[in-house]
């Protein structure tokens, strides 16, 4: 008899494994905290119990009955069940569900630890995650056996839909052109444009409306005088002055507001009485 593989495309085989997790993790966060608001002294002493219990029960629902986990369900996946024998079967329970019992019993028995046990589960922890980081670049480039557990055991993806492939939606990625080439316009304009500038223009045209200003010689000899206290605030930036400076009008400014505007925009007008600067900066 041929053996029996049919092709199932990578992507769908990682996605069933993230859904598979994802599904489990669920159901055991949710059982474990309506358990552990019943009693939680009870919880924390038989936590680890617990765990195994929950996570007994959806391997027998998912893998032992149907030879395929939740994850592999919803896309219609499976493995193939000639290869999945009864030996199979209890070695798959003991590799994926055991090994989090013991690692969760390691971590709540502090009181009872031995530093030999402890040992020994980080060197296999650390021994399987490099095993699993070289099984997932073999799995890239041969497509089969996504999973160490899946390798060591010999184990295939199968479709149940004749090899049906995912169907794929460019709505989505229309939307995400769009938006892509719509950020890419804004970071080629937006550093072109003088907000400074525009700033100015709105800020007088408001003042022309709605506060009409004469100014007078008087008032502007008054205000020539340059006067600097200890309640002296920067006319643009509202703090206290870095390296205090003024363009003749008499009002004080930190330097590096002064000195960025008149720079940005060559035009700029004292925020305050609406002088222009016209023979430089000066310090206070």
Same mark, same amino acid.
């Given at each position: 008899?041929?053996?029996?593989?049919?092709?199932?495309?990578?992507?769908?085989?990682?996605?069933?494994?993230?859904?598979?997790?994802?599904?489990?993790?669920?159901?055991?966060?949710?059982?474990?905290?309506?358990?552990?608001?019943?009693?939680?002294?009870?919880?924390?002493?038989?936590?680890?119990?617990?765990?195994?219990?929950?996570?007994?029960?959806?391997?027998?629902?998912?893998?032992?009955?149907?030879?395929?986990?939740?994850?592999?369900?919803?896309?219609?996946?499976?493995?193939?069940?000639?290869?999945?024998?009864?030996?199979?079967?209890?070695?798959?329970?003991?590799?994926?569900?055991?090994?989090?019992?013991?690692?969760?019993?390691?971590?709540?028995?502090?009181?009872?630890?031995?530093?030999?046990?402890?040992?020994?589960?980080?060197?296999?922890?650390?021994?399987?995650?490099?095993?699993?980081?070289?099984?997932?670049?073999?799995?890239?480039?041969?497509?089969?056996?996504? =999973?160490?557990?899946?390798?060591?055991?010999?184990?295939?993806?199968?479709?149940?839909?004749?090899?049906?492939?995912?169907?794929?939606?460019?709505?989505?990625?229309?939307?995400?052109?769009?938006?892509?080439?719509?950020?890419?316009?804004?970071?080629?304009?937006?550093?072109?444009?003088?907000?400074?500038?525009? +700033? +100015?223009?709105?800020?007088?045209?408001?003042?022309?409306?709605?506060?009409?200003?004469?100014?007078?010689?008087?008032?502007?000899?008054?205000?020539?005088?340059?006067?600097?206290?200890?309640?002296?605030?920067? =006319?643009?930036?509202?703090?206290?002055?870095?390296?205090?400076?003024?363009?003749?009008?008499?009002?004080?400014?930190?330097?590096?507001?002064?000195?960025?505007?008149?720079?940005?925009?060559?035009?700029?007008?004292?925020?305050?009485?609406?002088?222009?600067?016209?023979?430089?900066?000066?310090?206070?």
């Amino acid at each position: 008899m041929a053996e029996r593989i049919l092709y199932v495309p990578r992507v769908n085989q990682i996605d069933a494994i993230n859904l598979n997790r994802d599904i489990t993790r669920l159901i055991r966060d949710n059982l474990l905290e309506n358990l552990q608001a019943i009693s939680p002294s009870l919880f924390a002493k038989i936590q680890p119990e617990l765990d195994l219990f929950i996570q007994s029960a959806i391997w027998l629902g998912s893998v032992g009955k149907q030879c395929s986990t939740f994850g592999q369900q919803l896309l219609v996946l499976s493995y193939d069940k000639e290869r999945l024998t009864t030996s199979r079967l209890c070695l798959h329970f003991i590799l994926t569900v055991l090994p989090k019992y013991i690692k969760n019993w390691d971590d709540r028995r502090t009181t009872i630890r031995a530093e030999w046990l402890h040992k020994a589960i980080e060197w296999g922890e650390n021994a399987a995650l490099l095993l699993s980081v070289l099984n997932f670049f073999r799995f890239l480039k041969t497509g089969r056996k996504p =999973t160490l557990v899946d390798y060591i055991l010999g184990l295939d993806y199968i479709s149940l839909r004749h090899n049906q492939r995912r169907d794929i939606g460019y709505k989505y990625l229309t939307r995400e052109l769009l938006w892509g080439g719509f950020m890419e316009i804004l970071g080629l304009l937006l550093p072109v444009i003088n907000f400074r500038k525009i +700033r +100015r223009v709105f800020n007088n045209t408001l003042k022309s409306v709605y506060s009409p200003r004469k100014t007078s010689k008087a008032h502007i000899a008054e205000e020539n005088v340059i006067v600097m206290t200890s309640n002296t605030v920067c =006319t643009f930036c509202g703090e206290r002055p870095t390296i205090p400076h003024h363009m003749g009008c008499g009002h004080i400014y930190c330097y590096y507001c002064l000195s960025a505007n008149i720079s940005t925009d060559a035009d700029f007008n004292c925020v305050e009485c609406g002088a222009t600067c016209f023979n430089g900066i000066w310090a206070v």
